[in-house]
């Protein structure tokens, strides 16, 4: 096996990417004079990071699932819930990771390693992943393919110590490690580092379950999402506000992917005008206007769970649903 990486042109090794290029996430968003455009080429995000021999129909429809003894009914926590924002963002990194939306999700499951997780050049079978390339680390580039298994982060609190070769006893610097040597991303604040500790510790082991990803639980979650933000703004936390809102429009893009067709134009063009909302509640949140954001964000909320409760938006036909992906993946098979 030749051990050399192959040659990156710099604009895959510049790093710098800020938080406010969120059109760089949100590619599946076109704007065009003010207007909703149809996605020029259809894409799911996700089809980038699976191995094209794996069943990618299976892997874009379910997922394990979440290993955690938690309700956000009953159990509300501003911290874990922070966290699991966090796990679900590619705002932490930096540089190539955060411009192709590499998130701790995409590797880890739900805590669980992505078996089928396979990228070119960087990955030697499915479920591995070279840690020190110099393509997302400006710092640990060896110029060599040493792809690694990637681990599971279920029970992770109780795993010490950490890394391949078990060189970190401390979960909360090997994680800060992760984030700003591997992928480059700024320091996290403390609060933000705290919060997804706090909701990777709660990944604990149990019999894996297997669920559906459905348009519900992502709408659920974009709830939560704004919920967070609410507080967030109560609190007058500039730099949670905005990385959550950062977070909120990666996370509506993902939605809006899976309606790419014409007959979806409505519900692909609400998606886009949250989107937007959240892009004007950002200046809210660097100018201090902390009531205003608060009820420009209670507003949204509400906006989402009357969709959710009346089903505007339809996920037959979409790609959610299961036979429609199908026939849509099947071109891309060939």
Known sequence: MNTKRAQWTDKYTTPGWKAGALGLLCAGFFIVGGQTAEPIEPKLRDIR?????????????????EPVNYDPQTDWNLEYELGRIAFRSPVIFGGFAAREGL?????????????????????????????????FSKTLGDNTFN???????????????????GREPSLRAFTLEVITQEF???????????????????????????????LEEDLKDTSRGLRVLIELAEGKNADGASF????????????????????????????VSWSRDLQRLNSFAIEGKWEKLAQRAVRLSEEVEEVYR?????????????????????PLEQ
């Open 244 to 271: 959550v809102i950062a977070s909120l429009r990666y996370q509506l893009a993902g939605i809006a992917e899976r309606f790419p067709f014409e007959h979806q134009r409505k519900t692909y063009s609400v998606l």
């Open 49 to 65: 990071w699976l191995d094209q021999r794996s069943d990618r129909l299976t892997a874009l429809t379910s997922r394990p699932a």
């Open 147 to 165: 792809p690694i298994e990637i681990p599971d982060l279920v029970n992770v609190a109780n795993t010490a110590p950490y890394g391949h070769d």
């Open 184 to 214: 480059s991303g700024k320091q996290p604040t403390g609060t933000l580092i705290d919060a997804l500790l706090a909701y990777m510790n709660a990944l604990q082991p149990r019999d894996k379950q297997t669920e559906p990803i459905t």
């Open 310 to 330: 009346r089903n505007s938006f339809v996920s037959a036909g979409s790609l959610y649903e299961p036979e429609t992906l199908k026939k849509w993946l099947k």
């Open 103 to 135: 998130t701790c999700q995409i590797c880890h499951t739900n805590g669980y390693a992505n078996r089928n997780f396979f990228m070119e050049s960087h990955s030697s079978r499915p479920g591995t992943f070279d840690t020190t390339s110099a393509v």
